[in-house]
């Protein structure tokens, strides 16, 4: 895998464009091959497009950072890829989630609207074919209750 391999002092980054095993993490400092560095402050870079190119034709993966980073400066082609930190990637998934089953509620009482307007649309003409109404009831005057009574 190509990743970035971070080097320098504290809030001082600079990075490695380092070959290393998938496996490896990216601070155990072995690497297969360096095929360039990057600081972010001073926007300076080196790389070697050969070796690059090499390691992906033999298979290599490239981390979604630095292959932006390479499709912006021309070693490589194709979309840039969305980058989401690894802090973020759990809040996002859990974001994600919820929206989703919010779109799903949303969804499922909007198709009970539908059904019950066409429920009382078919309802509606059978009423008007029977022109039979039915009485209403007067409602009985609230007699008092006890204790009012008693006061």
Do not use: C, H
Not at 88 to 114: F, I, P, Q, R, Y
Not at 128 to 143: K, L
Request: charged share 35%; hydrophobic share 40%.
């Amino acid at each position: 895998m190509i990743r970035f391999q971070r080097i320098g002092r504290k809030n001082d980054a600079s990075f490695r464009m380092a070959v290393l095993e998938k496996t490896a993490g990216p601070k155990a400092g072995k690497y297969v091959d360096l095929v360039g560095t990057y600081n972010p402050k001073t926007k300076q870079i080196t790389y070697k497009a050969e070796r690059i190119q090499e390691w992906i034709a033999k298979g290599a993966q490239v981390s979604p950072s630095l292959k932006n980073l390479l499709i912006k400066n021309g070693v490589l082609s194709g979309e840039k890829v969305a980058v989401i930190s690894k802090k973020n990637l759990e809040k996002n998934v859990a974001k994600k989630a919820e929206e989703e089953a919010a779109a799903k509620a949303a969804a499922e009482e909007a198709a009970k609207a539908e059904a019950a307007k066409a429920a009382e649309a078919v309802e509606a003409p059978a009423e008007e074919a029977t022109p039979e109404e039915t009485p209403v009831e007067e409602a009985a005057p609230e007699e008092p209750k006890e204790e009012e009574v008693a006061a």
